[in-house]
C-alpha cells in the first residue's frame, strides 16, 4: 500500500523560472493538502483541495502560486517566477476524508538560485 | 501570531528513561490535536492525536496528554530507544470554512536518545 508520492524530490531552478511539485495521493484518499516549511520552522499550511475543486486556499500566497488537482492524475503546486524566498520544503499530505488523520509525502526540496 | 508552540527546540534523554515533550496553544477552537515525528529529508510520520473531548490516549509507548483549561498537550515516551531521536512537531486542528482540516504545527523539538 504506497503512501503518499511526491516527485521530484529536489528541484533547482533559476530565479524566474516556473516550479511544478508533484503529489499523489494514498490510494483511496481524495482529499490533498499542501504545506510548506521554511528553514528552522514549522510547517505551514497552504491549501487544501478535493478532486476538482480548491476546498480552502487561505495560506496560499496571492500571487505566482497556484494549485490544482484534477480529475485524473496527481495534485500539481504550481510556482510562477521564483524567487529566492520560495527556497523551501514542499510537503503534500493526503486523508480519506477532511475530518481523518493526514499522511505525509517526503516532499520536495526546492532551491531557487 | 504563532497558535501552537513547541518552547524546547531540543531535548535529550538517555535510553530507557522516559521522554517528555510539550505543546502549549492559544487557539481555544482547536478541537484535535495530533503529534508528527520526522527525520531529516522525509514527511513528517503521524505518531498519534487525540479529540478535545479527552485527556489522554495510549498507544504503545506514546501516550498524549491534553490539558484544555491550560491549553497545554504533552507526548510522553516510554521507555525512550535511540531510534526515537527526530524531530517532533505537535499540530492543531478545528473546522474552518467548508470544513477544511487545516493543520497548525509548532515548530518542533529535536528529540535525542542517548543510548
Known amino acids: 500500500n504506497a503512501g503518499v508520492m511526491q516527485n521530484p524530490r529536489h528541484l533547482v531552478r533559476r530565479r524566474g523560472q516556473e516550479a511544478r511539485l508533484r503529489c499523489s495521493p494514498m490510494k483511496g484518499h481524495s482529499h490533498v493538502y499542501w504545506y510548506r516549511q521554511l528553514p528552522e520552522e514549522g510547517l505551514k499550511f497552504m491549501v487544501y483541495l478535493q478532486k476538482e475543486n480548491i476546498i480552502d486556499e487561505s495560506g496560499m500566497p496571492k500571487e505566482r502560486f497556484s494549485a490544482e488537482f484534477p480529475k485524473e492524475g496527481p495534485s500539481i503546486l504550481r510556482i510562477q517566477q521564483v524567487v529566492r524566498g520560495d527556497s523551501a520544503a514542499y510537503f503534500c499530505?493526503?486523508?480519506?476524508?477532511?475530518?481523518?488523520?493526514?499522511?505525509f509525502g517526503p516532499g520536495t526540496r526546492l532551491l531557487v538560485l | 501570531d504563532q497558535q501552537v508552540k513547541q518552547n524546547s527546540p531540543s531535548l535529550s534523554v538517555q535510553e530507557g528513561r522516559i521522554s517528555i515533550l510539550n505543546c502549549d496553544y492559544t487557539?481555544?477552537?482547536?478541537?484535535?490535536f495530533l503529534w508528527y515525528k520526522k527525520y531529516p529529508a522525509e514527511g513528517p510520520t503521524f505518531l498519534i492525536s487525540?479529540?478535545?473531548?479527552?485527556d489522554k490516549n495510549e498507544d504503545g509507548r506514546f501516550t498524549v496528554f491534553l490539558n484544555k483549561s491550560a491549553k497545554h498537550l504533552s507526548l510522553h515516551i516510554v521507555p525512550s530507544q535511540p531510534g526515537d531521536s527526530a524531530v517532533y512537531f505537535c499540530?492543531?486542528?478545528?473546522?474552518?470554512?467548508?470544513?477544511?482540516?487545516?493543520?497548525?504545527f509548532g515548530s518542533g523539538t529535536q528529540l535525542t536518545v542517548l543510548p
Open positions: 499530505a493526503s486523508s480519506r476524508g477532511a475530518e481523518e488523520t493526514q499522511y
Open positions: 487557539n481555544s477552537m482547536f478541537d484535535y
Open positions: 487525540i479529540s478535545s473531548i479527552k
Open positions: 499540530a492543531a486542528s478545528e473546522i474552518s470554512s467548508g470544513s477544511a482540516r487545516q493543520l497548525t
